[in-house]
């Protein structure tokens, strides 16, 4: 608590200050150029984000200037008007008055603050405010001003002259500002730079506005604080002093102030090491490892090496955020304590650490453009990362590290892309790798059970037998290597009068099998692997020998077993037009190379050809994108993949829309899929769903200015672009609950049939507003009235529609008693229509297991790169949601609820509803209005407080009191 003195001093002070117009303009310039920044240098709704990271932008330097001009008079006025000797006189301590004059410079600035609060209220009514930061930004302006307001104390004591106190605290604050700024830094190396941050109150401040409450930042202002204190307490002492008084005593003070400044300043050395003295209060602790990964480095049984390779001189863009990964790092080695070794290292400062890197890990410089306002340059420096655990390793680059969102006319904005997931998943990798060593068994921690349903041999064909005998060697060689985690046994499904034939079908829909077409035998040959419940079925070899079984055998493993790379079936419209014809944009086909980059980073993708009737082997998982003419083989090769037991994730839908250079057509195509989904329950509606709330469209627009067409891109609001945010979003399903919003353009409403997914479980994944509407037209081209507004009118029967679903349970296949498409003479192909050369076993599975999965969204385009590019055009930035979206549905799919969580942990981009200039301008004005009226109350309370103080006085006057 404050003397009683030091808040007399406060009151005194502050009604100084609102009694001139000080208080007032220092109120009003500090908003109206906060807000300035904010709406217009920083184009705060062309960043479409949902954050108030403008408000705190160029806050470090607008409180150099704003703190310099309150408090500049704090003493320089005492001194020029003399009375600073009757003060000092006074029966108050020099504390009590630096402690109230501080607190009242110290109010005002917080006053101020406080009539900004309309603008984080008002991002949060229009997107999803991470309020960590914005408290942390608030925080870390009132610790920086705190320090500022010191310094300006300090300066103000030491002259007479108000303009030489301003000056000189502009040039003491700018100087603490340019110490860690990245325009002084880069003139240095990494290790110099990263000192020289430490000495800088913007970098501090930036640290804190974060989210990240650190000690360490804390204590450098309140060291700043107390050291300008005492400098301030010992020129006020030394006024006190008369000439030829006792020196020991001056010598006394001027010890023990140098002795308190020295300790107030090492203490930020001695707090430097200790990094976990930290409060992370941003949405999902993002920049904090998460439980995951704790766990994941709980199972380390050897030393893991992560290794850092930074250049010291490197891209300005990335050099911010070498610090940052330096402290996720050094993280992961206090949760993982002395099984995880850290190192950080310049390679082009150590020609041996460079050619290891170079020939070992295949780590080499890259070369970055670097450019000045006087010269371009190239700059060859190392951006990378190295995890080893063992002799295995993985290297994480530049690439897989960072984001670039494009930012306007501003340029572009550099962030680190969710670095610890990267980070777990390589450590999860090389883990796995290493502990198997060609044993899979090293990364199944429960007993997994090996189960033949095979019939007796008299009932097999010939070629059956012998494999029969080399599945059992291998079975017992596994078993062996697996020291009792392998089991391995045989049923006979016609034994027992066909009870186990009746089970087998019943749970999993496995029916006799024949060799051929005119086969009369019928015979079992299905294999199972089963652990704690569930069981998934392995796929028999097209080459029926040893290490062909033995191949499927292992993929079929690696599902039990966190850790390994996952394989995407990817099934995706192929182009048939000549290429010369598609460089002059004649294709329509759409293209999904985003999408294939995407999962390519986690997975390994598999090209599959559905035409063919199967699904490779090692697939895992099976995606399929606006497929087309698909017939009874590549409907049998989707319904099969399910019927095994897997996940199969489908976009698609009833109405096929082609959008070109000039043209945006629309029509409605007919496929046996969607006859196929009706039999799983999933009914897609030929019409097609608009929203009020939706994502612009960018069309051209041709201008006249000054008798010159000019055409540019005009964004309207277009309902097709479907902005699923909020309760759009399955809050209960790890799909979408940690997402923002997602695109979903051109899509057709989900009706589910009760009769056929009861059986099922049935989550929803993506709905419309409750304010959408469907409509059967295929006019899709985009159109505005005269107010700007879109052109399409809403259709009386409004509400939500179901746009992505997913399903589990035990499905029936839509072949349930017909025979294989695959079967020799079932195809038209004379080619297939031949006897062929070896051996075949087709036939249909009936019934699916319990772990079977389909994930349906009513969309053909909304993966499609050109679908991509519009939202980022839109967004100014990539459009990561539908891309997200299908990462963490393979993720809940094939059972990673780790990285799943690590990957939702609030790294994607909060994004704003989207708004019309003129509801921008309304908010706007809204925020004008508000701080001009706050400003306006404090001015009536301080009339009110004014007139209070009169009336005591003249009653005071008349003796009344």
Known sequence: MLPHNSLRVARKELGAFFSSPVAYIFLGTFLLVTLFIVFWAESFFARNIADVRPLFTWMPILLIFLVAAITMRIWSEERRMGTIEHLMTLPVTPFQVLSGKFLACFSLLGLALFLTLPLPLLVSTIGPLDWGPVWGGYLATLCLGAAYISIGIFLSARSDNQIISLISTVVVC??????????????????????????????????????????????????????????????????????????KHHRRWGFLSLLLVANLLLGNFWLQPINQARIDLTDGHIYSISPATRDSLQQLKQPLLIRGYFSAKTHPLLAPLVPRLRDLIREYQIAGGNKVHVEFIDPQQNPELEAEANQKYNIRSIPFQVADRYQSSLVNSYFHLLVQYGDQFQVLDFRDLIEV?????????????????????????????????????????????????????????????????????????????????????????????????KELEENFGFRPMQAGLFDSKRFYFYLTLSQNGQTIQVPLPHEFNR??????????????????????????????????????????????????????????????????GQIPDSADILMVVAPQNIDDKGLFAIDQFLMKGGTVLLATSPVQVQLSRN?????????????????????????????????????????????????????????????????????????????NRVMINWATPIHLTE??????????????????????????????????????????????????????????????????????????????????????????????????????????????????????????????????????????????????????????????LPLSREVQQQYEYLVYTITLFGLLLVFIADRLRRRHIRKRYQLMLEGRI
């Open 174 to 247: 700018g100087i603490f500002y340019l110490l860690g700024s990245n325009l002084l830094t880069a003139f240095f190396t990494n290790h110099t730079a990263e000192l020289l941050k430490l000495l800088g109150s913007g970098s501090r401040f930036d640290s804190i506005t974060r989210g990240v409450i650190d000690l360490r930042d804390i204590y450098y202002y309140l060291s700043l604080v107390g050291v300008f204190f005492v400098l301030t307490l010992f020129s006020l002492e030394r006024l006190r002093w008369a000439a030829g008084t006792d020196g």
């Open 405 to 501: 969102k494009q930012q306007g006319d501003r340029g572009v904005e550099v962030e680190l892309r969710n670095p610890e997931y990267e980070l777990t998943r390589s450590i999860k990798k090389v883990m796995t790798s290493f502990q198997s060593g060609g044993d899979l068994f090293a990364a199944i921690t429960q007993p997994i059970s090996l189960t033949g349903y095979i019939s007796s041999e008299s009932q097999l064909p010939d070629f059956l037998r012998d494999f029969k005998q080399q599945l059992k060697d291998l079975a017992t060689d596994l078993s062996r290597q697996s020291q009792g985690k392998f089991q391995f046994k045989i049923k006979d499904p016609q034994a027992d009068n066909g009870v186990l034939a």
């Open 547 to 612: 290490a062909a079984l033995q191949q499927n055998l292992e993929a079929t493993l690696k599902r039990f077993s966190v850790g390994y790379l996952k394989t995407v079936a990817l099934a995706v419209p192929k182009s048939t037009t000549n290429p010369y014809m598609a460089q002059f944009g004649m294709d329509n086909t759409p293209r999904f190379a985003t999408l294939r980059q995407q999962l390519e980073a986690n997975h390994n993708i598999l090209d599959v050809d559905l035409s063919q």
């Open 663 to 739: 043209s945006l057509t629309a029509s409605k195509q007919e496929s046996p899929l969607f006859t196929w989904l009706q039999h799983n329950g999933l009914n897609l509606d030929s019409k097609m769903v608009l929203d009020p709330q939706n994502q612009p469209f960018p069309i051209p627009v041709t201008r006249n200015v000054g008798g010159f067409s000019i055409q540019e891109l005009r964004m309207v609001p277009y309902p097709y672009f479907i902005d699923v945010r909020g309760k759009g979003l399955n809050p209960d399903l790890p799909v979408s609950s940690n997402l």
């Open 755 to 912: 009769q056929k997914t009861r059986p099922l479980k049935a989550n929803w994944i993506l709905k419309s507003s409750d304010q959408a509407w469907v409509s059967d037209s295929l006019d899709l081209i985009p159109r505005i009235d005269k107010s700007g507004r879109s052109g399409f009118t809403p259709a009386t029967d409004q509400g939500e529609n179901l746009l992505a679903v997913a399903l589990q349970g035990r499905f029936e296949s839509w072949f349930k008693g017909k025979d294989s498409p695959l079967l020799p003479g079932k195809s038209s192909d004379k080619k297939d229509s031949q006897t062929p050369d070896k051996p075949q076993l087709t036939t249909v599975i009936d019934h699916s297991s319990e772990s079977a999965r389909l994930i349906l969204f009513s969309s053909n385009d909304f993966l499609s790169d050109q679908t991509l590019q519009l939202a980022a055009s839109a967004g100014g930035q990539q459009e990561l949601g539908a891309l997200n979206l299908i990462e963490n549905s393979i993720d809940w799919s094939l059972e990673d609820p780790g990285l799943l969580s690590i990957r939702s942990r609030g790294h994607y981009a909060r994004t704003l």
